[in-house]
């Protein structure tokens, strides 16, 4: 968003109340240098909309669309993919150009101008795609906002050898280099890390990155060894032979065989399945039970807090055999063998057991270890000021996820609202209220998140932790992606208003005169009434744990819905991603089985906001709007129901500047119950009516203790304690 | 500037005037609504043209050339030998000129790309005229057109 001098926010208030304000679009795209930025529009704005005595804010401005026409803007957060299509007049040939030089990837921004309101507003963002068709009249080409690939897995660090950093010397600010593994800097002015090319006496262009000593000869002092080529990030590991006693071990590199990318684990936990790296056994040949194998096992991609309780082959390893390295970068090499890389950036174990390992071979070694949890975590404390530290905060954590370049998604920190993240993890350090299996109440975080990311693809890991956490998907807004809770509304005085009725009515009637609002309902057949969550114990190290959560009498309601009595379970299964406790998973079953995931603004509701409206407004009406922002819609429609305060689930906004909202009810008084001292009075015991004995379902139950009254000659007499 | 050419209109009858205004509407119903201005302020003007002589007086000639012939050739020297189809104009209704005797100009363009002689002769003579729509350049004014400039 752009607000040019003598600017208010207020001025959104000022451009609604105007009945028919001057606006024109504008879709910048970013090619790159020496192209830059060019705003493609639909009229020449900068001539029609210009003002006298103010420069047209942004140019150069090309007419390529079709008069008069704006683009059909879905308006959706950022896992799915949204797209919008874009179609160029391109006779003389000069987008097809462009798109062939920059190519796919390059930004698209779509923006409103207010010529009378100096407002440049920023109203969706993404990435051009490919040319969908391209005629050599009409270039006909689509961007999207989102997963650039449904199937990117998290995290992405594969097991490969050749070094997996961006070379220091391709990028061109030493903030770019401090976010990447190549340290190199020599090519920028005052750079002092790297070398010179010899032959050239000139910075080294590129790096093929294809072996260690490529990146000894960039990097590292003058005749160091390859294998100390620190900052080299790959998994390359060299067989390296050894003297043993009488004999000579040999190391056998394991790398090959590891086909999932290396995991991060959050929290304190142990960490089974550990991926082994390579593996030497020492033999003892007069006393083959007396013999070792030594193996070194990578843990986790960057820095564990500490390590401990390390076991092979659910051996524990003698201390003064094992050894490790927390993951730093350009960490020591470890004592595996004599010429062992010291693999950059990767927490590692090293240790070996003893027995007869003659025959083994890499898939016959397990390990697992007590990791204590990341802490290479960036916390901010303003957007500007971060440390690296260790959290279990999820924002913290998701922000990881996001913002990491090496193993993460690795969008910019300036594409965020880094604002957004610092009120969500002081959101999720909130005490609140939880429930305990037998119905008491107690007190704990908010949310917090140990688990590993392993083996997923980034859309499933990014709404995995935002459900459980409740929180909003990522979702585009004024050219930044933004993140906030699913949380209380405390301002409910300060939602926008929809209506339509009264003279400040602005809901979109049909020709006939009825309002475009309409409503609809889940069928009580298909609204899940039972929720079974799963999340990993930290009572019980970690293993997954089921808790069920429902309603009797909605479930009778579904059996009514068939026409009978019977109670009809419709139940539907969630793993809380992260969530470690009881006191968590209590809350949040029972706000999935009220409110439905993401607390509705997806495909499905819950028990308590079973309403959901579609209503067109139009666009002046929606500047301030975004996916998940809460409204107030008074209709005589929904007087019914009751529900006044709905929650955006999408906006779509069409060619003629119509805007079509869809919501979901938001309970004003659940909220207030929920976030209240009184939420245990909303919150249901896990397991149902049902609460086991033993403290939760699955538990054996609680020893009876007792109390001998008196006996006789062949009775006794006791009570229980 | 000087490389557009002025319609002579001299002797033609501008049979229509027309305005358009860029807008989108909203409708609240009652008669209550919301809308949009995308364009212009001036809007976007359009005329239809006639001639309003008889094909052949010799007193109307343009040149050596009838009305309807001289016009035929505007059409097609704009649409076919042109690098552009923009031309100037006199504002036939001078509607928006301070001084009637001096009309104010715009850029113009013919709405049509494909004609007949046939057609074009039933346009301009009988039937409701040729299609004229008013169009811009960018960075220039038509007004800033000087005849005297070499």
């Avoid at chain 1, 990435?127 to 650039?148: I, M, T, W």
């Avoid at chain 1, 960039?218 to 060894?225: A, F, G, H």
């Avoid at chain 1, 107690?442 to 459900?467: H, M, N, P, Y």
């Avoid at chain 1, 060619?655 to 008084?669: G, H, K, R, T, W």
Wanted: glycine share 8%.
């Amino acid at each position: 968003m752009i607000w040019l001098p003598d600017l208010q926010a207020e001025n959104f208030d000022a451009i609604a109340q105007e009945h028919s304000p001057r606006v024109a679009e504008l879709v910048a795209v970013s090619w790159g240098d020496p192209d830059s930025t060019i705003y493609y529009c639909s009229t020449q704005a900068d001539e029609v909309f210009s003002t006298p005595g103010t420069d047209f804010p942004v140019r150069p401005v090309e007419v390529r669309f079709e008069a008069n026409q704006f683009l059909d803007l879905p308006i959706e957060d950022g896992v799915a993919d949204s797209s919008i299509d874009l179609d160029f007049w391109d006779a003389d040939g000069e987008i097809a150009r462009l798109h062939f030089v920059h190519g796919q990837g390059v930004r698209v921004e779509v923006f409103y101008y207010f010529p009378d309101y100096k407002l440049l507003l920023s109203q969706w963002h993404g990435h051009l795609g490919q040319p969908d068709d391209a005629n050599g009249e009409r270039f006909k080409v689509s961007a999207a906002y989102g997963f650039r690939s449904a199937l990117l897995p998290l995290p992405r660090r594969a097991f490969y050898t050749g070094c997996q950093a961006v070379y220091g010397g391709l990028l061109s600010t030493q903030a770019e280099i401090d976010e990447g593994d190549c340290p190199s800097n020599i090519h920028l002015p005052g750079g002092t890390i790297g070398n010179l090319n010899p032959s050239t006496g000139l910075p080294f262009p590129s790096c093929p990155r294809n072996n260690r000593h490529e990146c000894v000869i960039r990097i590292e002092p003058e005749d160091t060894p390859d294998y100390l080529a620190l900052s080299y990030l790959g998994f390359d590991t060299q067989t390296d032979s050894y003297p043993n006693a009488k004999l000579t071990s040999t190391s056998r590199g394991n790398e090959n065989n590891l086909k999932r990318p290396l995991r991060r684990s959050y929290g304190d936990r142990l960490i089974k399945d550990l991926d082994l790296i390579a593996y030497s056994p020492e033999l003892d040949t007069k006393h083959p039970d007396k013999g070792w194998v030594l193996c070194m096992f990578a843990i986790s991609d960057g820095v564990q807090l500490s390590l401990s309780a390390f076991q092979i082959n659910n051996t524990l390893v003698g201390y003064e055999h094992q050894t490790s390295r927390l993951g730093l970068k350009r960490q020591s090499p470890t004592w595996f063998t004599p010429h062992v890389a010291n693999y950059s950036g990767t927490t590692l174990a090293v240790g070996r057991i003893q027995g007869d390992f003659g025959n083994v071979v890499g898939s016959d070694l397990s390990g697992q270890i007590r990791g204590g949890g990341q802490a290479d975590i960036r916390v901010y404390s303003d957007p500007e000021t971060f440390s690296e530290q260790w959290t279990i905060n999820r924002a913290w954590v998701l922000l990881d996820v996001e913002r990491n370049k090496r193993w993460g998604h690795g969008i910019d920190p300036q594409r965020m609202v880094l604002k957004d993240w610092i009120d969500l993890a002081g959101w999720s350090d909130d005490t609140v209220t939880s429930v305990a299996a037998d119905g008491t109440a107690s007190s704990g975080t908010r949310t917090t998140f140990v688990g590993e990311l392993l083996d997923k693809t980034a859309q499933r890991q990014i709404t995995d932790i935002c459900l459980s956490g409740c929180f909003t998907l990522p979702f585009p807004h004024r050219g930044k992606t933004r993140i906030m809770a699913l949380a209380r509304e405390e301002r409910l005085d300060l939602c926008p208003v929809f209506t339509d009725q009264g003279e400040q009515r602005n809901i979109i009637v049909a020709d006939n005169g009825n309002s475009l609002l309409s409503y609809s309902r889940m069928d009580d057949k298909e609204l899940p009434n039972r929720v079974v969550v799963t999340f990993e114990d930290a009572e019980h190290d970690h293993q997954e744990h089921p808790e069920t959560f429902e309603d009797l009498p909605q479930q009778l309601r579904a059996g009514r819905a068939f026409g009978d009595t019977s109670q009809r379970p419709v139940e539907k299964q969630y793993s809380l991603f992260g969530v470690e406790t009881i006191g968590q998973a209590t809350r949040l079953g029972n706000r999935i089985l009220d409110l439905g995931p993401f607390d509705g603004t997806g495909d499905e509701c819950g028990l308590e906001n079973n309403l959901r409206i579609t209503f067109t407004t139009w666009f002046t009406e929606t500047l301030t709007l975004h996916k998940y922002k809460v409204i107030r819609v008074i209709s005589p429609k929904l007087q019914l129901y009751g529900f006044e305060y709905f929650r955006i689930r999408s906006l779509a906004r069409k060619s003629d500047l119509q805007v079509e909202i869809s919501a979901q009810a938001y309970p004003v008084p659940y909220y207030d119950m929920l976030e209240s001292e009184e939420a245990a009075n909303v919150l249901r015991p896990p397991s149902g009516i049902f609460p086991n004995p033993g403290g939760r379902a699955g538990d054996p139950p609680d020893p009876p203790g007792f109390r001998t009254v008196d006996f006789g000659i062949d009775d006794i007499h006791f009570e229980l304690t | 500037m000087n490389d557009y050419e002025i319609l002579d209109d001299t002797g033609f009858f501008w049979a229509q005037t027309g305005l358009k205004a860029a807008r989108l509407n909203a409708n609240y119903g009652d008669g209550y609504t919301a809308g949009a201005r995308i364009g212009s302020v001036e809007g976007l003007r359009g005329w239809a043209l006639k001639i309003d002589v008889l094909p052949h007086l010799n007193p109307y000639l343009i040149g050596a050339e009838t009305r309807a012939l001289y016009l035929w050739n505007f059409w097609k020297r704009h649409k076919l030998e042109k690098a552009s189809e923009i031309f100037l104009m006199r504002d036939p209704a001078r509607l928006e000129s301070d001084d009637p005797a001096t009309p104010k100009l715009y850029f113009a363009r013919f709405t049509d790309d494909e004609l007949t002689f046939q057609m074009f002769c039933n346009l301009v003579f009988s039937l409701g005229g040729l299609n004229v729509t008013q169009a811009r350049v960018p960075g220039l004014d038509p007004n800033d057109y000087n005849p005297q400039q070499i």
